[in-house]
C-alpha cells in the first residue's frame, strides 16, 4: 500500500511555530550552531517506494534563519505497485529571513522510479543556500529512473528552473560525454544573496567535473559530477567554502 505524507515547518524569529512530522518523514529539532534554527529530517521508515505521494512544506518568515538537514541519505526504492514515486518539497523564504536547505543524498535504487520537485519561492532581500545531490544507483548496481525539477522564484520573478533525468526511460544521451560521462554522482549547490548586487560570483571551475554558473540575479549556482557520493560531497563543500557570502559556514 503506497503511503501519502506532508510534513511542515514554519521558522519565526522567535522559534519554531510548527513542526508537524507524518508518516516516514520525521522532523526534529536538533542543536545548530551560530544564529540558525536547525530541523534535521529524520527517516521513520523505508520511502519513498512506488507509488508513494511524499511532501515536505517549509516556511521561513522574516528576519527568521534556519538550518534544515537530514540524519541519512533518503534512497528511493521499488514498490509493489510499478506507479512512480513523488517526492515534493516547497520552500518559501520570507524578507530579511535565511534558509540552508543541506539534506543527505538522495539514491537511486535498481528498479526503482521517482519524480522529485523543489520550488523555492524568495522575497527579495531573503537569502538561500540549497545543496541537492543524487547519486546513480547503490554500489555495484544499476541506476532507477529518476527525474529532479528544481524551481526558484525571486521576488515573482523566475530565477532558475532546471530538469534533469537519469535512468532507464529517460531521454537517450543522459549517461554520455555530453551530460555524465560515466559519472554516478551528480550535485547542484545554489547561493542566492541580496549582497552579491549586480555582480555575482565569476564564472570558474572547482576540479575537473565541477563549474560555477553566475544567475540572472544575486545568484550563483555550481554543477558538479562526480564517480560517488564521497567526491560529489567534497566538490560542493569546496564550492560553498568560497561562494557562500561570509559569516556562512559550511554545511
Do not use: K, N
Request: charged share 20%.
Amino acid at each position: 500500500m503506497s503511503v501519502r505524507a506532508t510534513a511542515r515547518v514554519v521558522a519565526e524569529r522567535d522559534g519554531l511555530p510548527v513542526l508537524e512530522s507524518d508518516g516516514p518523514l520525521a522532523l526534529r529539532r536538533t542543536r545548530a550552531g551560530g544564529p540558525y534554527t536547525r530541523v534535521t529530517v529524520v527517516g521513520a521508515m523505508s520511502a519513498p517506494l512506488g507509488g508513494d505521494r511524499l511532501a515536505i512544506e517549509v516556511g521561513v518568515g522574516e528576519g527568521a534563519r534556519l538550518h534544515m538537514d537530514s540524519a541519512a541519505a533518503t534512497v528511493a526504492l521499488p514498490g509493489r505497485t510499478p506507479e512512480a514515486a513523488a517526492y515534493d518539497v516547497s520552500l518559501d523564504v520570507g524578507e530579511d529571513a535565511e534558509l540552508r536547505w543541506l539534506p543527505e543524498q538522495l539514491i537511486s535504487a535498481r528498479g526503482s522510479e521517482l519524480r522529485m520537485h523543489t520550488r523555492v519561492a524568495l522575497a527579495g532581500t531573503a537569502r538561500l543556500v540549497l545543496r541537492e545531490e543524487q547519486i546513480l544507483g547503490r554500489h555495484g548496481e544499476e541506476t532507477g529512473t529518476l527525474t529532479t525539477r528544481l524551481t526558484v522564484h525571486r521576488a515573482g520573478r523566475p530565477l532558475l528552473d532546471q530538469e534533469l533525468a537519469f535512468g532507464p526511460g529517460a531521454p537517450g544521451g543522459w549517461d554520455g560525454g555530453a551530460v555524465l560521462g560515466g559519472h554516478r554522482a551528480v550535485g547542484q549547490l545554489l547561493v542566492v544573496d541580496p549582497d552579491f548586487g549586480d555582480d555575482p560570483p565569476e564564472p570558474r571551475q572547482f576540479g575537473v567535473t565541477a563549474v560555477l554558473t553566475p544567475l540572472a540575479g544575486p545568484a550563483a549556482l555550481v554543477t558538479a559530477v562526480a564517480p560517488d557520493a564521497l567526491c560529489l560531497r567534497r566538490l560542493l563543500d569546496t564550492a560553498l567554502s568560497e561562494v557562500a557570502p561570509s559569516g556562512a559556514a559550511r554545511g
